[in-house]
């Protein structure tokens, strides 16, 4: 690596680059001995993370429409379900809900996007 600042700190050169060779070689030890994450068992539920991305974006769409009050409220009721678990799904990201009201929540979503847009027309 060859130092481009100020001349003064060109002494640092080599000692910059044993530092880019010790952290290319730790990164290569890292990935050589990182454990791999086992999958998920079969028919196991899933939980909110990296493994569920369109949940995530589900999330994101969803959590605009919850800062009214009693939105969450009228929501749980939509789904059939109990105010905390709305809190549970939207909020604290904890839980998601199953296939059935995942897709009541789309058409809530649908229905609330189609409000919005009749009151900008």
């Known amino acids: 690596m ?3 600042g100020p001349a003064r700190l060109r002494h640092l050169d080599p000692l910059l680059s044993l530092i880019e060779i010790a952290a290319v ?3 290569r030890e ?5 454990v791999p994450r ?3 068992r079969r028919n196991a539920t899933l939980r909110p993370g ?3 991305p369109h949940w995530l974006a589900l999330v994101e769409m969803v959590r605009p429409l919850l800062r009214r009050r009693g ?3 009228l929501l749980a009721y939509e789904l059939g379900l109990h105010r905390g678990r709305i809190t549970q799904f939207f ?3 904890s839980a998601m809900p199953d296939a059935e009201r995942t897709l009541l929540l789309l058409f809530w979503l649908v229905r609330q996007d189609r409000k919005r847009r009749n009151k900008i027309a």
């Open 2 to 4: 060859l130092y481009s």
């Open 25 to 27: 070689e730790l990164a």
């Open 30 to 34: 890292l990935r050589r001995h990182a």
């Open 38 to 40: 086992r999958p998920a």
């Open 50 to 52: 990296v493994e569920t």
């Open 71 to 73: 939105a969450k409220a």
């Open 91 to 93: 909020t604290r990201r």
